[in-house]
């Protein structure tokens, strides 16, 4: 397998949203900008913008001024809240004949001209909603001003987690009263302590040691009760006191 096909498509897409990022480091500026751009422009100005379109294809089926005035009136709702650049490209587009689908010799009606003004601006208009929702989210953060954080914010932090420790231990108190006691220490080989003889060993202290008991085959045996302590040199003693 390719791994360059599938890693370098994930690297451009991971560029592409860098440069992104890059255009909206401060997404209150970003929503500042597209607010402008998709300024709206007024009834006079919109009305006054399409105007010319009326010269080169005329409006269908108006056959007295009241018709007249109720698509005029149909055209104002259309165009309200588009900016007017928009209104001028879309203008141009039925003009010229760019519009896909529209084919009529006639000016396209109100909802058709605000179907393609409102294609125009959606990609501004979603970018915008976009600002507005990380400015509020900056906003909200105080990433814009942020101040020191004061001695009783630190106190505040510093017993809380005194108390989460707290809490962490009983937890593992608990945990192990539960589970009987920590036997790990009998485990552990600890080393004997220094000797503190000032002399080597005699035979005489040699005989006091007692002896190693016998080798078994392997197996765990059973350790009997044991009497009294007697050394080899007692014994010895006690058999030739007889």
């Given at each position: 397998?390719?791994?360059?096909?599938?890693?370098?498509?994930?690297?451009?897409?991971?560029?592409?949203?860098?440069?992104?990022?890059?255009?909206q480091m401060d997404p209150a500026a970003e929503f500042k900008?597209?607010?402008?751009?998709?300024?709206?422009?007024?009834?006079?100005?919109?009305?006054?913008?399409?105007?010319?379109?009326?010269?080169?294809?005329?409006?269908?089926?108006?056959?007295?001024?009241?018709?007249?005035?109720?698509?005029?009136?149909?055209?104002?709702?259309?165009?309200?809240?588009?900016?007017?650049?928009?209104?001028?490209?879309?203008?141009?587009?039925?003009?010229?004949?760019?519009?896909?689908?529209?084919?009529?010799?006639?000016?396209?009606?109100?909802?058709?001209?605000?179907?393609?003004?409102?294609?125009?601006?959606?990609?501004?208009?979603?970018?915008?909603?976009?600002?507005?929702?990380?400015?509020?989210?900056?906003?909200?953060?105080?990433?814009?001003?942020r101040e020191p954080t004061s001695e009783a914010v630190r106190?505040?932090?510093?017993?809380?987690?005194?108390?989460?420790?707290?809490?962490?231990?009983?937890?593992?108190?608990?945990?192990?009263?539960?589970?009987?006691?920590?036997?790990?220490?009998?485990?552990?080989?600890?080393?004997?302590?220094?000797?503190?003889?000032?002399?080597?060993?005699?035979?005489?202290?040699?005989?006091?040691?007692?002896?190693?008991?016998?080798?078994?085959?392997?197996?765990?045996?059973?350790?009997?009760?044991?009497?009294?302590?007697?050394?080899?040199?007692?014994?010895?003693?006690?058999?030739?006191?007889?």
């Amino acid at each position: 397998m390719n791994t360059h096909a599938v890693v370098r498509p994930i690297e451009s897409r991971s560029v592409m949203e860098l440069i992104t990022m890059g255009t909206q480091m401060d997404p209150a500026a970003e929503f500042k900008r597209l607010s402008r751009i998709l300024d709206p422009a007024t009834d006079e100005d919109a009305a006054a913008a399409i105007s010319f379109m009326f010269k080169i294809l005329p409006i269908a089926n108006v056959e007295d001024d009241e018709s007249l005035s109720v698509v005029r009136e149909g055209y104002r709702l259309a165009l309200r809240g588009y900016p007017k650049w928009a209104i001028l490209e879309a203008r141009d587009a039925f003009i010229a004949g760019r519009v896909e689908g529209y084919t009529s010799s006639f000016a396209p009606n109100p909802a058709d001209l605000g179907r393609e003004i409102g294609r125009r601006v959606a990609d501004y208009q979603n970018r915008l909603a976009r600002a507005r929702k990380q400015a509020g989210e900056q906003k909200a953060l105080g990433t814009d001003n942020r101040e020191p954080t004061s001695e009783a914010v630190r106190a505040e932090v510093a017993e809380r987690i005194q108390k989460m420790k707290a809490v962490a231990e009983d937890e593992r108190s608990s945990l192990r009263a539960f589970n009987g006691p920590d036997l790990s220490a009998y485990y552990v080989q600890r080393a004997d302590p220094p000797s503190k003889l000032s002399r080597p060993l005699t035979p005489e202290d040699v005989a006091g040691i007692p002896d190693a008991p016998p080798r078994g085959t392997g197996s765990m045996q059973p350790v009997g009760s044991a009497g009294p302590f007697r050394s080899s040199r007692m014994i010895k003693e006690e058999e030739a006191s007889r």
